[in-house]
């Protein structure tokens, strides 16, 4: 098997079993099936929570730009008046003259369960009937980016959950791997990247965070750091309430290509050397960015402490090559690759990416890549 491939691409969606066919009456399509969680199955298979955007054929229509929603009775769909918005993102639209700034999406995400063989190489099956939906109206307008650390038996999964109310992290939890119940909201602020620790730390949960706000203080002139969005950390008695460390975490050094955002990518894994987390750097170029995953090692015993900060060479980036065959699909304008997933493959870590926002990427990485 090739050490890099797409295991996973939106043709291979079958929209006809999206849960969105319940209720909304409108066509679709998938923008993008990309940034799987991954994790390994009693049966030894992998799993792959692949995150599906469905976005309307006809977002405009009669003036309008159409967004859908998730209600108790059914997906409706929402009208906003294009006098009324900025479309310069293809993902998103923006209120005009709104402050803060407003968003809507174009597209409504849910999760779908893809399980793969053992070493990543070929799709075992699709499990449409384990398919993960919104279920509240702190979610009405999708949910993101699992991500899946095994822990103490069980499977903790925390994904973004968005809608007008807020956007926050939510957890679920699974006792097979595959069958995952809801468990409600577990950082009320905004922050995307939630990973959990595939083990604990001092008889604790631990977490990497990553909470966003409008306003960031520069640093001291002489200081090493950049400033700005970073991964914080997080420690709790159950996973579901959380305390910040006070300590900082993983920051933006100056120098470096990371120069507009960073955050969690994997839950990070226990190696002798100590947490071995990856997470993705972001390059400010034109409205999106240059997605790049970097990686850390952390104290196995206090993971604040940062023994290793790789964040000038990235460890994975995004590659042409792999989406040359769906290229017609691509509409980011900036390369982007966005790790969400790893799992022990031996001699290797199996590593899962969203690439393009478009399909998933599986990249196997040598564990001595890290001695």
Same mark, same amino acid.
């Given at each position: 098997?090739p050490?890099?491939r *797409?295991?996973? @691409?939106?043709?291979?969606?079958d929209l006809?079993?999206s849960p969105?066919r319940r209720? *909304?009456?409108?066509d679709t399509f ?6 799987p969680?991954? @994790?390994?199955l009693p049966?030894g298979?992998?799993l792959a929570m ?6 309307? /054929?006809d977002p405009?229509a009669d ?7 998730w209600?108790?009775?059914? !997906?409706?769909l929402?009208?906003f008046p294009?006098d009324?918005? %900025?479309?310069?993102?293809p993902r998103?639209? @923006?209120l005009?003259?709104s402050s ?5 999406l174009?597209s ?5 369960p893809?399980?793969v ?5 070929e ?17 009405? !307008?999708?949910?993101e &980016?699992?991500? $899946?650390?095994?822990?103490?038996g069980a499977?903790?999964m925390?994904v973004c959950?968005?809608s007008?109310e807020?956007?926050c992290?939510a957890?679920y939890?699974?006792v097979?791997?595959? =069958? !995952? ?6 950082l009320?602020?905004?922050?995307k990247d939630? /990973?959990?620790?595939e083990?604990?730390?001092g008889?604790k949960?631990?977490a990497l965070?990553?909470p966003?706000? %409008?306003g ?8 090493e ?6 991964i914080?950390?997080?420690?709790s008695?159950?996973a579901l309430?959380?305390k910040?460390?006070?300590?900082p975490?993983i920051?933006?050094r100056?120098?470096t290509?990371?120069t507009?955002?960073m955050g ?6 226990l ?6 987390a990856?997470?993705?750097?972001v390059e400010?170029r034109?409205?999106v960015?240059?997605y ?6 952390? &104290?196995r ?9 790789a964040?000038?060479?990235p460890? $994975? %980036?995004?590659d042409?090559? *792999? @989406?040359a065959p769906?290229?017609d699909?691509l509409?980011?304008?900036?390369p982007?690759?966005?790790t969400?997933? $790893?799992a022990d493959g031996? =001699?290797c870590w $199996? ?8 399909a /998933?990427?599986?990249?196997l990485l040598?564990k001595?890549?890290?001695?």
């Amino acid at each position: 098997m090739p050490d890099d491939r *797409l295991i996973f @691409t939106p043709d291979q969606v079958d929209l006809a079993r999206s849960p969105l066919r319940r209720s *909304l009456r409108a066509d679709t399509f998938v923008l993008g099936a990309f940034n799987p969680g991954l @994790t390994r199955l009693p049966n030894g298979n992998l799993l792959a929570m692949v995150r599906v955007a469905e976005a309307l /054929c006809d977002p405009v229509a009669d003036g309008h730009v159409r967004a859908i929603r998730w209600t108790a009775q059914g !997906y409706v769909l929402d009208r906003f008046p294009l006098d009324d918005v %900025e479309m310069s993102d293809p993902r998103a639209f @923006t209120l005009r003259g709104s402050s803060p700034p407003r968003a809507g999406l174009t597209s409504l995400s849910w999760l779908l369960p893809v399980e793969v063989t053992r070493d990543g190489g070929e799709i075992v099956q699709v499990h449409y009937d384990k398919a993960i939906e919104p279920s509240a109206s702190f979610m009405a !307008y999708g949910i993101e &980016d699992a991500r $899946i650390s095994l822990i103490g038996g069980a499977w903790h999964m925390t994904v973004c959950a968005v809608s007008h109310e807020r956007q926050c992290t939510a957890l679920y939890r699974s006792v097979n791997g595959l =069958d !995952y119940r809801l468990e409600g909201i577990v950082l009320d602020h905004q922050n995307k990247d939630m /990973c959990l620790f595939e083990g604990k730390v001092g008889g604790k949960f631990m977490a990497l965070t990553r909470p966003l706000g %409008e306003g960031y203080f520069a640093p001291p002139p002489d200081s090493e750091w950049l400033g700005g969005p970073a991964i914080h950390l997080a420690q709790s008695p159950d996973a579901l309430h959380w305390k910040p460390l006070d300590a900082p975490g993983i920051r933006a050094r100056k120098g470096t290509s990371i120069t507009q955002r960073m955050g969690g990518g994997t839950p990070p894994v226990l190696t002798p050397r100590g947490w071995l987390a990856l997470y993705h750097g972001v390059e400010r170029r034109e409205r999106v960015g240059v997605y790049r995953t970097f990686w850390a090692l952390l &104290d196995r015993d206090d993971p604040s402490r940062i023994l290793h900060l790789a964040d000038h060479a990235p460890l $994975i %980036e995004a590659d042409a090559a *792999l @989406t040359a065959p769906i290229a017609d699909r691509l509409y980011l304008p900036t390369p982007v690759v966005f790790t969400t997933g $790893i799992a022990d493959g031996g =001699d290797c870590w $199996i590593v899962a990416s969203g690439e393009a926002d478009l399909a /998933c990427r599986i990249t196997l990485l040598p564990k001595s890549r890290f001695d």
